[in-house]
């Protein structure tokens, strides 16, 4: 087995105003899912966060990570056929939420009410305190991000942005 597995993320912008998300492993296999209506118009750039969370960040066990280990996108939500998520890949949801509720207020948020939302999460769920996140990183983190809704917004209808996504190979 490679130290990594690599991940190709595709999202489409369908003519019609779905939108769709898919992601191909090395080995070939492919997840993907549709959305419509206000999903269409939420999902993008949700996933686009991840995708800057997880890489200038380093978060290899979040989302995009999970995929790349062989969660399906059905994974992901109610019945939750895999189990609920790993405590450890919260942490990344909680960033995710924490710049989609900021991206919704108009409000530009500190890092450190950032960093007081992962301290509680991880003391009420047993984990390690996590590596606070530096005002520096949160800047990084909405410049990647800035870029990325960019590329998304040039993006015409019929067309798909593609990105690669590389973790560390999970050994379970």
């Known amino acids: 087995m490679s130290d990594a597995q690599r991940i190709v993320i595709r999202i489409k912008k369908d003519k019609d105003g ?3 998300l898919s992601c191909t492993r090395a080995d070939g296999t492919t997840t993907w899912q549709r959305q419509e209506g206000g999903q269409a118009r939420f999902f993008p750039r949700h996933d686009l966060t991840h995708y800057a969370v997880e890489t200038v960040l380093g978060h290899h066990k979040g989302f995009y ?5 062989g969660w399906d996108l059905s994974d992901f939500g109610t019945p939750w056929p895999r189990g609920k998520l790993p405590k450890d890949a919260n942490l990344s949801e909680i960033i995710v939420g924490f710049l989609d ?4 207020s108009g409000e530009r948020w500190a890092a450190a009410d950032l960093n007081d939302q992962l301290a509680n999460f991880a003391a009420e769920n047993g984990l390690p305190s996590p590596d606070a996140i530096s005002d520096d990183d949160l800047a990084k983190i909405r410049r990647r991000r800035a870029e990325l809704f960019a590329q998304w917004d040039a993006v015409e209808p019929g067309d798909g942005l593609e990105l690669p996504f590389d973790s560390p190979s999970a050994r379970t």
């Not at 990570?65 to 280990?69: E, H, I, P, R, S």
């Open 18 to 20: 779905r939108t769709s």
């Open 65 to 69: 990570g999970l995929v790349a280990a």
């Open 101 to 104: 509720r900021e991206r919704a």
